[in-house]
């Protein structure tokens, strides 16, 4: 067995016809953060519960820390923190109580958690709320308390379901902040996620899925590199989608069209934005490929032409 | 490497001391709502036995258990704490135990914790118990201040009493993992809880009964813990203690399996 902390290896699991997840394949190196991304539907959430020993697969393996899952579920889930996708904080506790609660199922002592809950609510910038029931606080707060809930047992890894999704851009920027933390810790993270921008900022290498399958796997940057045109030039405006039969498609190595707007792929953007000049009615956004553009390039979701 | 084994839902409990912080969990909410739920509790039975046992009582006159004259208001107390007991721990085990499980999800944020569902389901069932039992126990101190009863025998209705609680929690489990909606426990309650009060010999003895709704009726739940329970408010010791712990145990036992089975198909995603 490698070093890994956590070894996905060829995990299948059906629902009748339906093959949700399909020969999933990964580990996680200590102290890496590794995100999933992929479009609704796509098996992460499957592939987490598998993880967790909640959904047993019908094929592969599950190992962390050494250990086997579904047999070792418990022995596992003591080093493990879990963030799931929907908060099931109790709304009848305050966050400490939450805390102190959820400690009890690790088999934590009250005087033991009682000395980590001051440390895990000013994690979660909580202090103030102490005493505040979770119907009380903000989405930002609720996410951030279930956190500091999942840090409870101290865990060696965290599996993090979308930890920030539906929150505002302060309350996910102070997510992040303290989600690199961790990492600055040397905790080891899975998150799922459906922001092309949380995954580019925190994580090490990312995991391309879609329809329940491995479709691409590497740092952001490499992914990138790997799939994509350096840069992209997005024109749009009346008359933009005439510029698919317009000489201008050779000036880019890839044209797609997505609703109104044409997104020229190109390894240099120079001659084109030069020819775009005489088009004084479109609007052109010249930008480097992000990990969206791979997103869409990698999953289809946009209406293609033939290149 | 393949780790294709689809365990039955039907395999053996596997159960641990980890139900333990689970129970916790509910004793500590209960604490903070405790005092507006008893009277929620106690209020009902208690009006019915005032009004009942009373008002009844004073045409009825007494009543013939197993040859021995008793008051209708003891008849019906005996009887009726039985109701209790089943009716707090099925309330408990049906609507509170769905609440968490499938409102507030909080059976899935425990599941992430180092906690199984099989303990889940012990605790949640045992909390449903003790819940009748704390509704029971209330009960018992207003019969005593009333004067209906001061067997001392009532110090061994008290753990009978916490068993009929368990055993109507076990059963109640089976309609909660089966349960869509708060609506289907109505149908739990009006098709077989109700039903079930006028057959077992709580408002009225058995022997009023035809010869065949009373064979239905000696194998029901209820009517078994009746006929352990009121012989101990007369001062009297039970007969047939074991056929009736025995009925009652079947259905203890049967409740959980089944209960357990069903919430692990529930869950098994």
């Not at chain 1, 979770?134 to 989405?139: D, F, H, K």
Request: aromatic letters at 10%.
């Amino acid at each position: 067995m490698s070093e890994s902390i956590l070894s996905v290896q060829h995990l299948v699991k059906r629902y009748g016809d339906a093959t949700v997840v399909s020969d999933m394949s990964f580990e996680i190196a200590p102290g890496e953060c590794l995100g999933v991304i992929g479009p609704n539907g796509a098996g992460k959430t499957t592939t987490i519960r598998m993880c967790l020993g909640l959904t047993v697969p019908d094929e592969g393996l599950v190992t962390a820390f050494g250990l086997h899952m579904p047999r070792d579920a418990l022995a596992i889930k003591a080093q493990l923190g879990v963030v799931s996708q929907f908060d099931t904080l109790d709304p009848d506790f305050s966050c400490a109580e939450n805390l102190l609660v959820y400690g009890r199922y690790f088999g934590l002592r009250d005087a033991q958690i009682r000395e980590r809950i001051p440390a895990l609510l000013q994690f979660g910038s909580l202090t103030h709320k102490a005493d505040a029931k979770p119907g009380e606080l903000s989405g930002g707060m609720k996410r951030r308390l279930s956190l500091a809930r999942a840090l409870v047992n101290n865990p060696r890894l965290l599996l993090l379901d979308e930890p920030t999704t539906g929150l505002d851009p302060q309350a996910r920027h102070l997510m992040w902040e303290r989600l690199q933390m961790l990492l600055s810790e040397g905790k080891s993270i899975l998150l799922t996620t459906h922001f092309m921008d949380e995954a580019e900022r925190l994580c090490n290498r990312l995991l391309v899925v879609d329809h329940g399958k491995k479709i691409a796997e590497g740092s952001p940057r490499d992914l990138i590199a790997q799939h994509l045109e350096p840069d992209v030039v997005e024109v749009f405006g009346a008359g933009a989608l005439g510029l698919m039969d317009s000489p201008l498609k050779a000036l880019a190595v890839r044209v797609e069209v997505s609703g109104e707007t044409v997104f020229f792929y190109t390894l240099d953007a120079k001659p084109l934005m030069q020819a775009l000049v005489a088009y004084p009615q479109l609007r052109t956004l010249h930008r480097p490929a992000n990990l969206e553009d791979l997103f869409l390039k990698l999953t289809g979701r946009q209406i293609r032409e033939d290149a | 490497m393949q780790m294709t084994q689809s365990r039955s839902v039907w395999r053996a409990p596997e159960l641990s001391m980890r139900w333990w912080p689970v129970f916790l969990r509910n004793l500590l909410v209960w604490r903070k709502l405790a005092i507006p739920s008893l009277v929620g509790n106690i209020a009902e039975p208690l009006m019915w036995l005032v009004a009942f046992g009373y008002g009844m009582g004073a045409l009825v006159g007494k009543i013939s258990v197993d040859g021995t004259p008793v008051p209708y208001i003891l008849f019906l107390a005996s009887g009726s704490i039985c109701m209790s007991a089943m009716q707090a721990a099925s309330f408990e085990a049906l609507y509170s135990a769905f609440s968490r499980m499938h409102v507030q999800k909080t059976w899935d944020g425990i599941m992430n914790a180092p906690v199984n569902l099989d303990d889940i389901v012990l605790a949640e069932m045992l909390w449903a118990a003790f819940k009748a039992l704390f509704t029971v126990t209330a009960i018992l101190g207003v019969m005593l201040a009333l004067g209906i009863s001061y067997s001392p025998k009532l110090l061994v209705a008290w753990p009978v009493l916490l068993g009929v609680g368990i055993t109507f929690s076990c059963i109640a489990l089976i309609f909660n993992a089966l349960a869509t909606g708060y609506d289907f426990f109505t149908y739990y309650f009006t098709l077989f809880l109700t039903p079930m009060m006028f057959l077992s010999g709580i408002f009225f003895p058995l022997e009023q009964l035809p010869e065949v709704v009373r064979l239905i009726s000696s194998w029901l739940p209820l009517t078994n813990a009746v006929e352990l329970v009121r012989p101990l408010f007369m001062d009297q010791w039970p007969t047939h203690v074991l056929r009736h712990a025995l009925v009652l145990v079947a259905y203890t036992v049967g409740g959980f399996w089944i209960a357990l089975a069903l919430t692990r198909k529930r869950f098994r995603g």
